[in-house]
DNA sequence: AATGAGGACAACCGCGCGAGA
DNA sequence: ATCTCGCGCGGTTGTCCTCAT
């Protein structure tokens, strides 16, 4: 598989992070497993791979999680499930497996939710996502949170525009109202509108919404 | 001071996907 | 069409640390 190479397993040590820092500086990132043979590292492609984005990247950030990247997670936990990497990419600094951890050892205690052997009940299963991805509709009430907006933005306009084209519409014109008539800013609207209800879904007009949100005007709302 | 339990975090594993040969 | 390789993801395990007894 990865040569004859005898790979060692477990903590790093200071010389083979140095190593690997050294080959990422000269190559670039990428071509993990010409890492061990190259450098002599006795390290698999892929255990340098995750040791790079985990730890030494420098665009990690180090430290305990404020309250508001913890809020930021439970929000998207809340949207996503477990689609850790999704979560992470909305937490600048955090990586997917800090995330992750940090959920199963603070977040989970903090809300209360029981984990059933080892995994947190939120529905994220494979199983589950496919469940939904075979859905004939998407989640409508899920759908009309997410465009309670109020146009702040173009990338929700296109989701909205999205909307249009489908049964959502009735859905999203009432709800919009309702959110226009509270005056609620666009972000609370996203955020706590119908939170007990909001469902998994991985829905594509979520993915885009999420891909072109705005993420700072979340902070500026908390 | 010794030690066992539980928590926190780093790292590994298995699987799936996409690109290229 | 099929195989291999590189990569990424989520779940799980291993290891170290802290704290209570």
């Not at 950030?61 to 997670?73: A, M, T, V, W």
């Not at 995994?119 to 309670?148: C, D, F, I, W, Y």
Request: aromatic share 8%; net charge positive.
């Amino acid at each position: 598989m990865e040569g004859k190479l005898q790979y060692k397993k477990g903590l790093w040590t200071e010389e083979e992070d140095r190593i690997l820092l050294d080959f990422v500086r000269v190559h670039g990132k990428g071509q993990w497993n010409r890492i061990p043979r190259m450098t002599g590292l006795k390290r698999c492609g892929k255990s340098c791979r995750l040791r790079w984005m985990n730890y030494l990247s420098p665009n990690v950030k180090r430290g305990d999680f404020s309250e508001e990247e913890d809020d930021l997670i439970i929000r998207l936990h809340k949207l996503l499930g477990n689609r850790w990497s999704l979560i992470a990419g909305r937490v600048p600094g955090r990586t997917d497996n800090q995330v992750k951890n940090h959920w199963n050892t603070h977040l989970c205690k903090k809300l209360g939710i029981k984990r059933q052997n080892g995994k947190a009940m939120v529905g994220s299963s494979k199983a589950q996502t496919a469940e939904l991805e075979n859905s004939p509709r998407l989640v409508v009430e899920t759908n009309a949170t997410l465009l309670h907006d109020g146009g702040c933005n173009s990338s929700s306009n296109d989701v909205k525009a999205m909307a249009t084209q489908d049964s959502t519409l009735n859905a999203y014109e009432a709800s919009n109202e309702q959110a226009q008539s509270t005056s609620q800013h666009c972000v609370e609207s996203l955020w706590f509108a119908n939170s007990d209800q909001l469902h998994l879904i991985n829905s594509p007009g979520l993915m885009e919404f999420l891909d072109g949100y705005p993420f700072d005007l979340i902070w500026q709302g908390l």
